[in-house]
T-cell receptor, first 115, second 110 residues
Framework: DGGITQSPKYLFRKEGQNVTLSCEQN?????MYWYRQDPGQGLRLIYY???????QKGDIAEGYSVSREKKESFPLTVTSAQKNPTAFYLC??????????????FGPGTRLTVT | DAKTTQPPSMDCAEGRAANLPCNHS???????VYWYRQIHSQGPQYIIH???NNETNEMASLIITEDRKSSTLILPHATLRDTAVYYC???????????FGTGTRLTIIP
């Protein structure tokens, strides 16, 4: 049963603490992505990775860090430098190989609340 | 720098066809039109994409105008489970940076 898993679904942290969000996929996809969504807004790209050991900044990378040591895993760390970390975080992956198209498959998301 | 324009909300009666419009007047020749939807508090779900020809799959149909400046997503027989926010996205094929705007909130009315 292939898919993308994110854990936990809800996460609470105190201000000033770093927190790592998990994202795992068993779809054998090369590309993985992290998005952030604020209430009533669309998704904004934080980081993406096309291949193991390589990743690029998205539109709002400041205050975040990622790693891609394995094809299946793309964890996101929300650091204390992120000014407004409370948000809904979505991980996605894609095969990124023509001509299948550019379908991104999304996980269920992690809702992070920092107080 | 929005590439697409969508109405913020729409209603559709259950069982009827839902037609969701999208304007993308600045689309370039190598850019595709993608549609995703997001049911409340879940991750977005891919629906369909196209370049210039009309496309149909098990979920929906995509009608792209001849000048490619607008498109319409059609859900042929809307059900209550189709209530969601629908995103129209324009992107180069293989471009990792999909830009999700605020989309259209579609409500299916019983």
């Amino acid at each position: 049963d292939g898919g993308i898993t994110q854990s936990p679904k809800y996460l609470f942290r105190k201000e000033g603490q770093n927190v790592t969000l998990s994202c795992e996929q068993n779809l054998n996809h090369d590309a993985m992505y992290w998005y952030r969504q604020d209430p009533g807004q669309g998704l904004r790209l934080i980081y993406y990775s096309q291949i193991v050991n390589d990743f690029q900044k998205g539109d709002i990378a400041e205050g975040y860090s990622v790693s891609r040591e394995k094809k299946e895993s793309f964890p996101l760390t929300v650091t204390s430098a992120q000014k407004n970390p409370t948000a809904f975080y979505l991980c996605a992956s894609s095969m990124d190989v023509p001509p299948s198209g550019y379908e991104q498959y999304f996980g269920p998301g992690t809702r992070l609340t920092v107080t | 720098d929005a590439k697409t324009t969508q109405p913020p909300s729409m209603d559709c009666a259950e069982g009827r066809a839902a037609n969701l419009p999208c304007n993308h007047s600045t689309i370039s020749g190598n850019e595709y039109v993608y549609w995703y939807r997001q049911i409340h508090s879940q991750g977005p779900q891919y629906i369909i994409h196209g370049l210039k020809n009309n496309e149909t799959n098990e979920m929906a149909s995509l009608i792209i105008t001849e000048d490619r400046k607008s498109s319409t997503l059609i859900l042929p027989h809307a059900t209550l489970r189709d209530t969601a926010v629908y995103y129209c996205i324009v992107a180069n094929f293989g471009n990792e940076k999909l830009t999700f705007g605020t989309g259209t909130r579609l409500t299916i009315i019983p």
